[in-house]
């Protein structure tokens, strides 16, 4: 007999800090359990399970959490242990590091994404301060692997390069004296 799916929303009902509609913190947030943010936070966050970003909700700076639940706007990266999910009325302009991503129709993301287990790890475990966040989405504090370089325009790739023997390199005075 198939086990019934285990519901993840037990864990939203249980909210224990909430940063209200009004309210601007500055700073860094730190919470162990479900915290809900409706206003402003102009600093880093790091909560130990769930974050829910609500409609009118704005983070400028990084958010570390288990699972993320984007309503609002962030300007920041995200990094999450499980899930990022940004909803239809989401905005975020940062990288987003996570197993599990999932983007709602008309939700906005200006980033890189990385996901997977073998995603690479940002190179340092705490998170940049707000003001050195990477708002333009460069990913300069992800490790890169290795691309090989484009042909320049009007050149060449090496794998489908001409011959000598099929003229196309030869000189102009060469292809003037040959006429």
């Known amino acids: 007999m198939l086990k019934k799916k285990e519901n993840n929303d037990a864990q939203f009902a249980k909210i224990k800090s909430i940063i209200g509609q009004d309210a601007v ?5 730190q919470a162990k359990e479900t915290t809900r943010v409706d206003g402003l936070i102009k600093g880093d ?6 974050l829910v970003l609500g409609l009118t909700g704005k983070i400028v700076g990084n958010v570390r959490a288990a699972t993320i639940m984007i309503g609002g706007t962030v300007e920041g990266d995200l990094i999450a ?4 999910t940004i909803s239809a009325t989401g905005k975020v302009t940062g990288n987003l590091h996570t197993k ?3 983007v709602d129709e008309n939700a906005v993301f200006f980033g890189q994404c990385f996901m997977g287990d073998d995603v690479p790890k ?6 940049l301060k707000a003001a050195e966040a990477p708002v333009s989405g460069s990913g300069a504090e992800y490790r ?3 691309r090989a370089k484009a042909a320049e325009p009007g050149e060449y790739p090496k794998s489908v390069r001409p011959r000598v023997s ?10 003037a004296a040959g006429e």
């Open 25 to 29: 913190f500055e700073g860094t947030l």
């Open 45 to 50: 966050v790091k909560i130990d399970t769930v």
């Open 81 to 84: 242990s499980d899930k990022i």
């Open 100 to 102: 599990k991503l999932v």
């Open 122 to 127: 940002p190179v340092s475990e705490a998170p």
């Open 144 to 146: 890169k692997t290795p």
């Open 166 to 175: 099929d003229g196309l390199n030869e000189s102009d005075e060469e292809r």
